[in-house]
Nanobody, 115 residues
Framework: QVQLVESGGDLVQPGGSLRLSCAASGSIFSINIMGWYRQAPGNQRELVAALTSGGATNYADSVKGRFTISRDNAKNTVALQMNSLKPEDTAVYYC?????????WGQGTQVTVSS
């Protein structure tokens, strides 16, 4: 059984920064993809950033240059550094793990960007 736990969501002002963290526990194969998705009210869940265990990255166009994803393969953790935050970044952010033809999700953490 795999479990993902997110942390770091908060209320911040436009232009501010946040760092989200996610820890995966359980039996996890070493070759996998960890990433972050987000969903705002009334919108579809979208990919924010993903990072394979081999180091390949994928970012949504809307966050390129502002967000940075990183991971610790030994600890099965992933982080998302978010800089220059905008009101449109407001959403629930979900941690995701894809491994062995399975997909796992965290419960989500709220990020609100407002003045």
């Amino acid at each position: 059984q795999v479990q993902l736990v997110e942390s770091g969501g908060d209320l911040v002002q436009p232009g501010g920064s946040l760092r989200l963290s996610c820890a995966a526990s359980g039996s996890i194969f070493s070759i996998n993809i960890m990433g972050w998705y987000r969903q705002a009210p009334g919108n579809q869940r979208e990919l924010v950033a993903a990072l394979t265990s081999g180091g390949a990255t994928n970012y949504a166009d809307s966050v390129k240059g502002r967000f940075t994803i990183s991971r610790d393969n030994a600890k099965n953790t992933v982080a998302l550094q978010m800089n220059s935050l905008k009101p449109e970044d407001t959403a629930v952010y979900y941690c995701n793990l894809r491994v062995l033809s399975r997909s796992y999700w965290g419960q989500g953490t709220q990020v609100t960007v407002s003045s």
